[in-house]
C-alpha cells in the first residue's frame, strides 16, 4: 500500500473514461457513416467504417488491459464483478455500432429517398440512447447519486427510436413498387439498428442494480 | 526459572495475537481491501510500538481484582487464560482476553482465600454488555456521516477506494497501537517487578527500560501469534456475521478505536473534570466486543436482514463460556501446581485488627463496637476474616473495603538495596529522598508506609481532581512494596 497504488488507481480510472470516450465517439462516428451513406458520398462513409474499426480495436485493448489490472492488483474488491460487466456489455454496444455499418458496407442497400428522414431519425435515437448510456456509466464512477437521472433518458430515448423504427417498418411495407425482398432487406437494417438502444436499455437496468448493490 | 514462568506469558501472548488482533484488521482483511499478509505486518508493527512506548500505562482495575502476589501463581493465570483464549480461537470465536483474565484471576482468588472485589467485578462485567451496545451506537452515527460525505464530496469511485484503504490502514494500526497499549500490561504486568534485563541506553537518545524490553517481547510473542494463528478468528469477525463493504468496514474498526480511546483515555478524562463535565470511568473494555458491537450496529443500519444470528449467538455465548474456563483451569492447574509439584502458587496475605489499624477505622468513624473479641487475632486469609467480623456485624461495602485495607498484615522493611533497585519513571529524585527519611524503618501494614510517605513529602500525597497522578502515585507506591517485601526476593 503505497503511492504506486495511488498512481496505478488514478491510472485505471483514466482508461476506464477512454474506453467511454471509445463508445461514446462509436455513436457518432456511426451517425456520421450513415448520413454519408445516404448522401451517397461512399469514400466519406469508407474513412468513417475505418474509424470506427479502429475505435472498436482500440475499445477492445482497453478493456482487456482495464479486466486485467482490476483483477492483478485487487483493486476495487468489491465492486469489481459489475464494473468487469459494465465493460463487456458497453463494448458490445460499440461492437454493435460497427455490425451495423460494416453490414451497410457488404450489402450496400438501395434505401428510396423518402425513408431518408426516418432512418436519420431513428440513428440520432438510437446514438443518444448510447450517449444516456455512457454518461449513466461515468456517473456509476464519479456520482452515484446521478445515474438514476441519466438512466431515465436511456429509457426515453429507447422508447422514441422503438416509435421511429414501428414507423419506419410500417411504410416500408406500404410502399408498392418495392420488392418483397427489398422490403425485408430493409426492414433487418432497421431492427438490427433499433436493437442497438435495446440493448442500451438492458444495459441500464443491469446498471441499476449493481448501483443499489454499491448504494451505503 | 524466570524464564520458564515467562513462557506461560509469551503463551498469553501468542494466544492474544491470535484471537484479539484479529479485531482490528479482520474487517479489512474479510472485505478483501487488505490483504492478510499486508495487515499481519501492519499489526504486527504497530503492536509492537504500542506496547513499547505507551504500555507502562497498566490497567488498574484488573489489579483491583486481585492482586496474584507469587510468581507460580501468576504463572498459572497467564496460562489459564492463554488457554481458555486458544480453544476460543481454535473455535474461531472472537474472545476477550481481558474476560479470559478476570476469570483465571477469580480461580485464584479462590484458591488462594482472597476475596474479590465484586464492586471491580461488577463494573467490568457491566462493560461487557455497555460496550457492545455503545459500539453499536457510535458506530451508525459513523456510518450516517460518512455516507453523507461520500454522497457530499461526489468522490470518483477508484478515490474512494483509495481513501477506505488507507483508512483501513490507518484506523488499524491506530487500533494495533492501543491494543498493544492495553493488553501488553495483561500479558506482561505480573513479570515486571522480576524482569532480569538492564535498562539500555542507545548512544543517550534512545531509552529501553527493563520494563520496555520486557514489553518488546511479550509484544513479539503477539505479533508471532497474528502471524500464526488469526486468519480465522478475522474470517469470523470480517464475513461470519455480516458480509461488509469496504465503507462500512472503515466505519466498524474507526468506531471500535473510538469506543477503546473513550475508556481508555486519561487525558480525555483530565479534560472533563477540567471542563468541569462528567468524567468517563476508566474501565478495560474488550476490544472484541466493541467490534462485534460495531458490526452489528452496521448490520442492524441496514435492516437486520443480513446478519447471521447464529454466529452471533455463538459468539456471545463464548463471551460467557470464556471466562468458566478460565476459572476452572486456574483452580485446578493451581491445585495441581502445589500439591503435584510443591510451588508457592500464592502468598499468604494474613489479617488483624492491630491496635494501629482499629485506631484509623475508629478516627474514619466507623465504630467496631461488638468486634472487640477479633481485635488482636490474626486471620490466615480475607476470606476467614471476612468471616468473623461480617458473623457479627453489618457493614457498608465501602467501610467493609476500609477495614480490610486497614487489617491486612504486610511486612515491609525499607532497605538500602530495595532503594538501589527502583527503577520507575514516575519516581523522582524528589520521591526517593522521603523514601531513604524512612530507611531502616519497618511497616506492618502498607498504609502506614503511605502515610509515612506522604507525611514526609507532599510528592507522595493524593491529589484532588488529578486521578492519573493518584493512580500513578498508586501503582508506584505497589511497586515500592514488591521491592520491600523481604519475602518476595
Redesign the interface.
Known amino acids: ?1 503505497d503511492f504506486r ?2 498512481k496505478q ?2 491510472e ?2 483514466k482508461r476506464i473514461d477512454d474506453f467511454l470516450d471509445n463508445v461514446s465517439e462509436s455513436g457518432l462516428l456511426f451517425k456520421l457513416g450513415v448520413d454519408s451513406y445516404l448522401k451517397g458520398n461512399v469514400e466519406s462513409f469508407e474513412k468513417k467504417l475505418e474509424d470506427i474499426t479502429h475505435t472498436e480495436n482500440q475499445g477492445d485493448s482497453l478493456r482487456r488491459s482495464i479486466e486485467e489490472q482490476l483483477y492483478v492488483q ?6 469489481r464483478g459489475d ?1 468487469l460487466e459494465l465493460l463487456e456489455n458497453m463494448d458490445t454496444l460499440l461492437d454493435r455500432f460497427k455490425g451495423a455499418m460494416w453490414r451497410f458496407e457488404i450489402e450496400y442497400p438501395t434505401i428510396p429517398a423518402e425513408f431518408h428522414d426516418d432512418f436519420k431519425e431513428l440513428v440520432a435515437c438510437v446514438v443518444d440512447a448510447v450517449e444516456a448510456m455512457v454518461r449513466s456509466a461515468r456517473a ?6 446521478s445515474v438514476a437521472d441519466h438512466m431515465h433518458k436511456v429509457s426515453y430515448w429507447e422508447k422514441q427510436s422503438d416509435k421511429v423504427s414501428t414507423r419506419l417498418q410500417r411504410n416500408i411495407f406500404r410502399q408498392n413498387d418495392l420488392h418483397l425482398s427489398h422490403k425485408l432487406q430493409l426492414r433487418d437494417f432497421v431492427m438490427h439498428v433499433d436493437q442497438i438502444a435495446d440493448q442500451a436499455e438492458d444495459v441500464a437496468d443491469q446498471l441499476s442494480i449493481y448501483v443499489i448493490k454499491r448504494s ?1 | 526459572m524466570f524464564v520458564f514462568f515467562l513462557s506461560s506469558g509469551l503463551f498469553l501472548g501468542w494466544s492474544l495475537g491470535a484471537n484479539d488482533a484479529s479485531n482490528v484488521f479482520g474487517t479489512a482483511v474479510g472485505s478483501k481491501m487488505i490483504r492478510f499478509r499486508t495487515a499481519a505486518v501492519y499489526c504486527s508493527i504497530f503492536l509492537i510500538l504500542g506496547a513499547v512506548i505507551s504500555g507502562a500505562g497498566a490497567s488498574h482495575t484488573l489489579g483491583k481484582l486481585g492482586s496474584v502476589n507469587a510468581m507460580a501463581g501468576a504463572f498459572i493465570v497467564a496460562f489459564s487464560a492463554g488457554a481458555s483464549v486458544y480453544l476460543m480461537t481454535k473455535a474461531r470465536y472472537p474472545v476477550s482476553t481481558s474476560q479470559a483474565i478476570v476469570g483465571a484471576i477469580i480461580g485464584w482468588n479462590f484458591f488462594s482465600g482472597s476475596l474479590t472485589d465484586y464492586n471491580s467485578l461488577s463494573k467490568i462485567v457491566s462493560t461487557w454488555v455497555v460496550c457492545p451496545i455503545l459500539s453499536a451506537v457510535i458506530a451508525i452515527v459513523i456510518y450516517k456521516l460518512v455516507v453523507f460525505c461520500i454522497y457530499t464530496l461526489k468522490l470518483h469511485m477508484f478515490t474512494q477506494d483509495i481513501l477506505t484503504r488507507f483508512g483501513l490502514l490507518l484506523v488499524g494500526a491506530f487500533g494495533s497501537y492501543s491494543l498493544g497499549a492495553n493488553n501488553i500490561a495483561n500479558v506482561m504486568g505480573v513479570f515486571v517487578p522480576v524482569s532480569p534485563f538492564p535498562d539500555i541506553s542507545f548512544y543517550g537518545w534512545f531509552h529501553l527500560s527493563s520494563a520496555q524490553q520486557l514489553f518488546f517481547v511479550g509484544a513479539v510473542a503477539i505479533a508471532v501469534g497474528v502471524f500464526t494463528y488469526s486468519h480465522k478468528v478475522m474470517a469470523t469477525v470480517g464475513e461470519g456475521i455480516v458480509r461488509l463493504s469496504p465503507v462500512a468496514a472503515f466505519v466498524v474498526v474507526f468506531a471500535h478505536s473510538v469506543v477503546l480511546f473513550l475508556f481508555a483515555s486519561q487525558r480525555l478524562q483530565s479534560l472533563l473534570i477540567y471542563l468541569g463535565l462528567p468524567p468517563i470511568p476508566l474501565v478495560p473494555v474488550s476490544s472484541s466486543q466493541a467490534i462485534v458491537g460495531a458490526v452489528i450496529g452496521v448490520g442492524l443500519l441496514k435492516g437486520g436482514r443480513g446478519i447471521r444470528w447464529r454466529t452471533l449467538g455463538g459468539i456471545t455465548s463464548s463471551w460467557l463460556v470464556t471466562p468458566v474456563i478460565a476459572f476452572i483451569l486456574s483452580f485446578i492447574s493451581l491445585f495441581f501446581l502445589q500439591n503435584v509439584f510443591e510451588q508457592e502458587v500464592y502468598r499468604s496475605v494474613k489479617y488483624e485488627l492491630t491496635p494501629q489499624a482499629v485506631e484509623r477505622i475508629q478516627m474514619a468513624g466507623i465504630s467496631l463496637n461488638g468486634l472487640e473479641s477479633v481485635f488482636g487475632k490474626e486471620f490466615a486469609n480475607a476470606s476467614q476474616f471476612r468471616k468473623a467480623f461480617t458473623k457479627q456485624k453489618m457493614l457498608t461495602d465501602k467501610d467493609y473495603n476500609f477495614i480490610m485495607a486497614s487489617a491486612e498484615i504486610d511486612n515491609l522493611i525499607i532497605t538500602a538495596q530495595g532503594l538501589d533497585v527502583i527503577q520507575n519513571q514516575w519516581i523522582t529524585e524528589a520521591h526517593k529522598e522521603a523514601l531513604r527519611d524512612l530507611e531502616g524503618r519497618h511497616f506492618s501494614h502498607k498504609w502506614l508506609l503511605e502515610n509515612a510517605l506522604a507525611e514526609k513529602s507532599a510528592l507522595w500525597r493524593s491529589r484532588v481532581n488529578d486521578p492519573q497522578y493518584n493512580s500513578d502515585l498508586r501503582s508506584s507506591i505497589d511497586y515500592i512494596c514488591t521491592l520491600f517485601r523481604p519475602d518476595d526476593d
Open positions: 500500500m497504488i495511488l488507481k488514478l485505471i480510472g485487487t483493486l476495487i474488491p468489491e465492486s464494473v456509476f464512477f464519479k456520482d452515484i447519486a451505503l
